[in-house]
C-alpha cells in the first residue's frame, strides 16, 4: 500500500527520483498514466494490467470503450527504474501534467501520483474542506 507525500524534483531530462519506500512496488516495472485531474498515477505493470482487463477486452464496436482505450493507451508509459530507482517522465506526460522542476509524489493506496506542486498544493486545500464529509459519503458506518 503506498502513502504518504513525497518532494522529489525532475531532473533537466525529466527523470524523477522513486520515494525510496515505494520502490520495492515498482521493481518489476510500472506504468505511468495520465489521471483525470492532470496529473499522473504509476502503477505497478501488474495492477494497471489488471486495472484495463474489461476495458481492453470490451466490445471495440462502442464508441466510447474505443475512446477510453485509446486515451489511456496513448496516455500510458511503460518505465523500469534504473538502479538509482529514477524514472523518465515522457516529454508528452510532463506536458499533460504540467510537470517542470518542483513536482509532489502521492501515496493513493494502489498507486503513486505524481503532481505539479502548485497544483497539487491547489487540489489539496480545495479537497480539504470536503474531507471528513467524503468519509460519510463514500464509506458505510462501522458496523457494530
Known sequence: MLMGTY??????KGRLI?????RDVFDGGLVVARTQERALAIYPQETFEQLMTPYSSAPNTLKQIRDYQRMM??????EIPDKQGRITIP????????????????GAFDRAEIWDATQWHNYSEQAEAGFADMNEQLLPPPVG
Open 7 to 12: 518532494t522529489p524534483k525532475l531532473d533537466d
Open 18 to 22: 522513486l520515494p525510496a519506500r515505494f
Open 73 to 78: 493507451a496513448a496516455g500510458a508509459s511503460f
Open 91 to 106: 516529454p508528452m506526460l510532463r506536458t499533460y501534467a504540467g510537470l517542470d522542476r518542483d513536482v509532489v509524489v502521492i
